[in-house]
């Protein structure tokens, strides 16, 4: 593994390198080990990419973006890690898909018109000084034949909404650009990360089915995003319930 270090434009410490297992597995040493907050790891390839509930990020070299950046704050701010990595990644590739409808499908996936540019996994560090793991995986100049047959239907990329490739430098600087401002919001005002995130989150309003961790699925409506980033359903019962983490798909 070779190894890089450079400064963007925000002027944080950036790690790049070629390949490693995952950017947030390299993050979270790198925090462990005391790494200011900004601090942000890239690679061209991952062996081990991976996305929520330890499911694999299909990761080839010099194609995507995979990177991780590292947040400090206070422990109720870092809950909403996950959501200011899915508010920067809709807004850095908007500018990249003009005319296309960008948005968040709760609780971490970036869409393009419907289809999965992008997933966000945050993984918090907790101790006497906590930190969070923004890891960002996005699709840039894949093309259909370069995903797995079972991802080919639901995942897309940059190139292929395009018809034409990116230069993936400018997308990273767009990416760390946004991601630093809006890391800067989490700390003067959490509520505008949530307002955000809502406005794009197309999960909302829709009759949706929840597999909640080792629970029983169900039907409901999302109805609306709380202070920490979790999701209230109503039940087909009519009971509320709050949802922390699970797969939530829109249905019938």
């Given at each position: 593994?070779?190894?890089?270090?450079?400064?963007?434009?925000?002027?944080?410490?950036?790690?790049?390198?070629?390949?490693?297992?995952?950017?947030?597995?390299?993050?979270?040493?790198?925090?462990?080990?005391?790494?200011?907050?900004?601090?942000t790891?890239?690679?061209d390839r991952?062996?081990?990419?991976?996305?929520?509930?330890?499911?694999?990020?299909?990761?080839?070299?010099?194609?995507?973006?995979?990177?991780s950046?590292?947040?400090?704050?206070?422990?109720?701010?870092?809950?909403l890690?996950?959501?200011?990595?899915?508010?920067?990644?809709?807004?850095?590739?908007?500018?990249?898909?003009?005319?296309?409808r960008?948005?968040?499908?709760?609780?971490?996936d970036?869409?393009?018109?419907?289809?999965?540019?992008?997933?966000?996994?945050?993984?918090?560090?907790?101790?006497?000084?906590?930190?969070?793991?923004i890891?960002?995986?996005?699709?840039?100049?894949?093309?259909?034949?370069?995903?797995?047959?079972?991802?080919?239907?639901?995942?897309?990329?940059?190139r292929?909404?395009?018809?034409?490739?990116?230069?993936?430098?400018?997308?990273?600087?767009?990416?760390?650009?946004?991601?630093?401002?809006?890391?800067?919001?989490?700390?003067?005002?959490?509520?505008?990360?949530?307002?955000?995130?809502?406005?794009r989150?197309?999960?909302?309003?829709?009759?949706?089915?929840?597999t909640?961790?080792?629970?029983?699925?169900?039907?409901?409506?999302?109805?609306?995003?709380?202070?920490?980033?979790?999701?209230?359903?109503?039940?087909?019962?009519?009971?509320?319930?709050?949802?922390?983490?699970?797969?939530?798909?829109?249905?019938?």
């Open positions: 593994m070779s190894l890089r270090q450079s400064f963007p434009q925000d002027g944080r410490l950036l790690f790049v390198v070629d390949t490693t297992t995952s950017t947030n597995d390299l993050a979270r040493e790198w925090g462990r080990q005391g790494a200011p907050d900004g601090a790891v890239m690679a991952q062996t081990s990419g991976r996305g929520r509930s330890g499911r694999h990020w299909h990761s080839p070299p010099g194609m995507n973006l995979y990177l950046r590292i947040i400090r704050d206070t422990p109720s701010n870092l809950r890690a996950p959501l200011v990595g899915a508010v920067a990644t809709c807004a850095a590739v908007e500018k990249h898909l003009p005319g296309f960008v948005s968040i499908k709760w609780p971490n970036v869409l393009a018109d419907g289809r999965k540019l992008a997933g966000i996994l945050a993984e918090l560090e907790t101790g006497p000084e906590p930190f969070a793991v890891g960002i995986g996005l699709n840039v100049n894949m093309q259909a034949a370069d995903f797995p047959t079972g991802l080919r239907t639901p995942a897309t990329s940059l292929i909404e395009l018809g034409r490739p990116l230069r993936r430098a400018a997308l990273q600087e767009n990416l760390t650009e946004q991601l630093a401002a809006w890391c800067n919001q989490l700390g003067r005002d959490p509520g505008r990360i949530v307002e955000a995130y809502t406005c989150c197309t999960t909302l309003g829709n009759r949706v089915r929840v909640p961790p080792g629970r029983p699925a169900f039907t409901g409506r999302a109805l609306r995003i709380a202070p920490d980033g979790a999701l209230w359903v109503e039940r087909d019962d009519r009971q509320q319930v709050r949802i922390e983490a699970g797969d939530v798909d829109t249905c019938a």
